[in-house]
């Protein structure tokens, strides 16, 4: 493998190809060395959804790479969201090729026959009574929807194409037997055309009020786009019902729809929808927003809220908006509303004293309501943070979380939601940054409705727990017993090496048998019916490797430590084949540094260092160039820790250069690496990294940023975890800016971006500005803007040539390095 790829080398050089390469602007798409290429067009791995009577599984089959040509497609990008104007569906989402239902009993996969050649499904739903599939099918001209009957797996179409999902999903079960859906309203004509002459200027003003937000990308701009949005966003709630004639019938309600979430017995509607005024300054889901309850007829029995625009509020601040947010129903009654809303300052304009974490604090308030909702809501508790999650048993039981970014707090409570305002007990507490110590995630399942709710034992006196068991050996996934009285637990099923298991759901009533996903360091993900008291298997799937090629891979968890001592690790890959013989390897190091509050929960092992588990490639990740030679230093841990009485980023780059530096000796202590042959890179935050590291040390041959952002004052209201603005830490701010040491980079770097990036922070502008001052300063640089993607990459097209440009970056400026400059 070496030898082939030295060779490749060699010939470019012959042919010229690669001092071309450096003066490059022909705007061609290139592709890398075949075996890389090869592995854009691996089948990606099926997706699977479970029935909710637990019965069958739904198999998913997608493709992963659509061509330019697709993403190129006419695209609108409103309010922070971007569609097709001529399907009214998002331009960008994942769509499946084919479907296959397979019983968990077991028997042969069936194919669901009836739908048309080439069909691109993009929205599925089981029906409450896992009989029906609705399906949102995407033509040229709009999404249909259709319907596929389990039993037979037989599909037929409901509607022509004329489902609107530009602002939410396109359709809910409304009962076992009735889809409610948003349509194009009939005879919505053409969009309105822009003005040849404007009436006016844009403005834009403040009286005086602080509203701090995030930097947001494809906002309103004018009164043009404001008519547009609202032309194209605009759908009529319509409902179908399968039995009996096709009959489509409007429930009487028209507007900007957001979200439709149906009580648990289909006979009322929460349906979210917002309105004018809007915003040039956020995105669509802070323009002001109604909340009402409709009836089956669509006639509004309840406002829940009317929330005005809300355009202000700091990272991780714990502010959230005013008034009544996860309107919801309770999935264990017939009809009863849940609701939370923020008491005291910090619902709007609160302070930073007021915004300091007491345990006699109260900042959320939870309400509920039962239908016919005429009465006063009913206060269930006061919570000291801010509630995330409700997860419903019955009259008894509620399991309650709250969290507090700031201290990442998370606490989870037992309530009893039948006695509002009664006692509750805490059953957890911890750090969210603490991964040993997660209790795992209360086990659900459906109930006769087809809602969520907890799993119980027959007697209810115990939940179950599963979770991934994250450990210093890696992750080892478990399935606990919780005595609800004692809260004790009673573990009764661990994955054990060499396999890497986790538990789905309970397939049966006496919760003896389990559905799991089983995958091991060269086996893929696959399904299987696990029989708890015996622990004997039965494989349900049987998905083929799509990565043969990596069969000779070696993967290693290596442990080292930081000049002060704080434990890191990362996944050491070396190329298949590779033998010590063969000596120290050029090296790519692909990371992403995190803030902790903590030394000890910094130091635990991450996901991706479970040995156990399968080598799933991402052609955007750093594990293809294992085939052109490299050793992989994947995920080591980056952590920036907080100095005591200090916030993590105070010392940034001091302890970035240490965790790299830390991880370079410890590969050439191993005889891996060889340390003048090392690379760096990274996406989004892990390209800040590297270029904090390429301006700040000398340790890397050279680095590749991907989607990156590099000064920090164009995303002055924080970012990642950094919770103060530029005004309150502006050497902060200007000492994590890679870009105002452009002039300390010596070593080469690439720099990659999508055309489209709407990421918050990092805007295609961040690559443009730092490429300028790179080259002003004269560095060795390059600055590659890919058409039409956006933060993440999807086109065939610009893989390939991303995977071009860092290949032969490496080749030039890593493997076969020239002697360094002093």
Excluded at 1 to 8: D, F, G, P
Excluded at 219 to 237: I, K, M, Q, W
Aim: glycine share 8%; no cysteine.
């Amino acid at each position: 493998m070496l030898r082939s790829v030295a060779s490749r080398f060699a010939l470019l050089f012959l042919f010229g190809v690669l001092p071309g390469l450096l003066a490059q602007t022909d705007p061609v798409y290139r592709k890398p060395s075949p075996a890389l290429a090869a592995l854009v067009d691996a089948p990606a791995a099926p997706g699977v959804s479970v029935s909710p009577d637990r019965k069958s599984l739904l198999i998913l089959e997608r493709t992963e790479a659509p061509s330019i040509a697709e993403l190129a497609q006419p695209e609108l990008r409103l309010a922070g969201i971007r569609f097709n104007p001529a399907t009214s569906a998002p331009s960008r989402a994942l769509s499946y090729t084919g479907l296959l239902l397979k019983s968990v009993a077991g028997g042969a996969e069936r194919r669901i026959a009836g739908l048309p050649p080439g069909a691109r499904i993009t929205h599925y739903a089981w029906a409450p009574s896992s009989r029906h599939l609705a399906l949102a099918l995407l033509r040229e001209n709009g999404l249909e929807l259709w319907v596929v009957e389990a039993a037979t797996a037989k599909a037929r179409r409901l509607t022509q194409p004329i489902l609107n999902a530009v602002l939410a999903d396109p359709f809910v079960w409304l009962d076992a037997n009735t889809v409610a859906f948003l349509r194009v309203p009939a005879g919505r004509g053409p969009a309105p055309l822009a003005p040849r002459v404007p009436t006016g200027p844009t403005v834009q003003e403040n009286l005086g009020k602080k509203a701090p937000s995030a930097t947001y990308e494809d906002l309103l701009a004018n009164a043009h786009d404001e008519a547009v949005f609202e032309h194209y966003g605009t759908a009529e709630l319509t409902v179908v019902p399968l039995t009996g004639k096709l009959v489509l019938t409007p429930l009487n309600y028209r507007g900007l729809i957001t979200n439709l979430t149906p009580s648990p017995d289909g006979q009322h509607l929460i349906v979210e929808a917002v309105h004018r005024p809007f915003s040039y300054l956020v995105q669509l889901v802070r323009f002001p927003k109604t909340v009402d309850v409709l009836g089956r007829t669509g006639t509004r029995e309840l406002r829940v809220a009317d929330l005005p625009l809300y355009e202000g509020s700091e990272l991780g601040s714990g502010g959230v908006r005013g008034g009544p947010r996860q309107v919801s129903w309770r999935t264990d009654q017939p009809a009863t509303l849940s609701w939370i809303a923020a008491i005291g300052p910090v619902a709007a304009g609160d302070t930073p004293e007021e915004k300091k974490p007491a345990p006699t604090r109260e900042r959320d308030a939870w309400f509920t309501l039962a239908a016919p909702f005429t009465g006063a809501p009913a206060e269930q508790q006061r919570f000291e943070y801010r509630v995330t999650s409700v997860t419903w048993g019955d009259d008894s039981l509620a399991l309650v979380t709250e969290s507090w970014q700031r201290t990442r707090t998370v606490r989870t409570w037992r309530v009893a939601p039948g006695t509002p305002g009664g006692k509750r007990e805490l059953l957890f507490e911890r750090s969210s940054q603490d991964r040993y110590r997660d209790p795992g995630r209360p086990v659900t399942a459906r109930n006769a409705t087809g809602r969520v709710v907890l799993q119980r034992s027959a007697d209810g006196s115990k939940i179950y727990l599963n979770g991934l068991g994250a450990s210093p050996d890696g992750d080892r996934p478990f399935l606990d017993e919780l005595d609800l009285a004692t809260k004790e637990t009673r573990r009764l099923w661990r994955s054990e090496p060499p396999v890497y298991e986790e538990f789905v759901t309970f397939t049966d009533d006496t919760l003896k048998l389990a559905l799991t996903q089983r995958q091991s360091a060269n086996e893929p993900e696959n399904y299987y019916v696990r029989d708890l008291s015996s622990g004997s298997l039965t494989a349900l799937t049987a998905f083929p490797n799509p990565y043969p090629q990596f069969a000779g891979v070696k993967k290693e968890l290596i442990r080292y430590k930081r000049e002060d001592g704080v434990a890191l690790s990362g996944t050491l890959y070396l190329p298949p084949g590779y033998t010590p013989e063969q000596g120290p390897l050029p090296t790519l190091l692909w990371a992403y540094p995190r803030e902790f509050l903590a030394a000890e929960t910094a130091e635990q092992i991450t996901a991706s260092g479970t040995p156990e588990k399968f080598v799933r490639l991402s052609v955007q990740g750093p594990l293809p160039f294992l085939l052109a030679g490299y050793a992989i230093l994947n995920d080591p841990t980056m952590p920036i820790i907080a100095p005591k009485g200090k916030q993590p980023n105070d010392t940034y780059v001091e302890q970035l250069v240490a965790n790299a530096s830390a991880a370079i000796d410890e590969l050439v202590r191993r005889g891996v690496t060889d340390p003048k042959r090392v690379a760096v890179g990274g996406h989004s935050y892990g390209a800040f990294m590297t270029a904090n590291l390429l301006a700040h040390s000398r340790l890397f041959r050279a680095g590749i940023a991907r989607s990156g952002a590099y000064n920090r004052t164009l995303t002055p209201y924080g970012f990642q975890s950094e919770t103060r603005t530029f005004w309150q830490a502006p050497e902060v701010y200007a000492a994590m800016s890679p870009f105002n040491f452009a002039n300390k980079i010596k070593d080469p770097l690439l720099l990659i971006h999508g055309e489209a990036d709407n990421n918050s922070g990092t805007f295609p502008i961040q690559s443009e500005r730092f490429y300028n001052a790179l080259k002003g300063q004269g560095a060795t640089t390059r600055f590659t803007l890919l058409p039409h993607e956006s933060h993440g990459y999807r086109a065939r097209e610009s893989l390939l040539h991303m995977l071009w440009e860092m290949e032969t970056w490496l080749d030039v400026y890593v493997k076969a390095a020239p002697p360094e400059k002093k």
